[in-house]
């Protein structure tokens, strides 16, 4: 079965340095990847959505790269606040069938003053 | 700017009883997904629905569980018999079409308890 992995420890950064979570998968490489935040006792919010024959993604400070040959993706937050401090979702989608998402369990991410 | 929306935002119940939790899609969107969370989990897929019609289902959402869209704007997630491992956050999602390239966005969740 797909397995995905997210940085399990959180991960603590200074306020205006650049994060980078990390999001490795197994066996089939999924046909889009979206990027997630999701706060305590919240519903996932949607970020970012990158397609398989796409190799990087841009939104204002945020950035995704796609590698289906590491069958990796990596988010990037540039610039970060103290109000990014979230758990961020990776989720892998699949053509055909009903667009079922798999997470991976989130990585936590603090930024400090 | 549209939003998914959910109620309540708290159900507690008893073991055995059944649950209906509302939500309501964005309105131009197609499809329509239910998830859940246990408490410290991932966010694992239930159901996913379109055109009136289940399209895929997960291996958690067995014959206690149901979905329907009743009217024109609501979408429900219905669950028989409560057992205490259904206690968890519940969201529900909804996407433009079924391109499969389409972001689904979530809604605030139900957290259901059950005793």
């Known amino acids: 079965s797909q397995k995905i992995e997210q940085n399990s420890e959180a991960l603590n950064i200074q306020e205006g340095k650049t994060a980078t979570l990390t999001c490795n998968y197994t066996?089939?490489?999924?046909?889009?990847l979206q990027w997630y935040r999701q706060d305590p006792g919240r519903g996932p919010v949607f970020l970012l959505l990158?397609?398989?024959?796409?190799k990087e993604k841009r939104k204002e400070r945020l950035k995704v790269t796609f590698d289906t040959t590491l069958k990796q993706s990596l988010f990037h937050i540039t610039a970060s606040q103290p109000a990014d401090s979230a758990t961020y979702l990776c989720?892998?989608?699949?053509?055909?069938?009903?667009?079922?998402?798999?997470f991976g369990t989130g990585t936590q991410l603090k930024v400090e003053l | 700017e549209p939003e998914v929306t959910q109620t309540p935002s708290h159900q507690v119940t008893q073991m055995g009883q059944e649950v209906i939790l509302r939500c309501v899609p964005i309105?131009?969107?197609?499809?329509f997904y239910w998830y859940r969370q246990i408490l410290g989990q991932k966010v694992e897929f239930l159901v996913s629905?379109?055109?009136?019609?289940?399209?895929?289902k997960s291996e958690i959402f067995d014959d206690q569980f149901s979905v329907e869209r009743p009217d024109g704007s609501n979408f429900t997630l219905k669950i028989r018999s409560t057992k205490l491992e259904d206690s968890a956050m519940y969201f529900c999602?909804?996407?433009?079409?079924?391109?499969?390239?389409?972001?689904?966005?979530f809604g605030p969740g139900t957290r259901l308890t059950v005793l």
């Open positions: 999602a909804s996407s433009e079409s079924g391109a499969g390239y389409n972001e689904q966005f």
């Open positions: 066996n089939y490489s999924p046909a889009y």
């Open positions: 990158i397609r398989e024959n796409e």
């Open positions: 989720a892998l989608g699949f053509t055909g069938g009903g667009n079922k998402l798999t």
């Open positions: 309105s131009n969107h197609l499809y």
């Open positions: 629905f379109y055109n009136n019609e289940i399209s895929e």
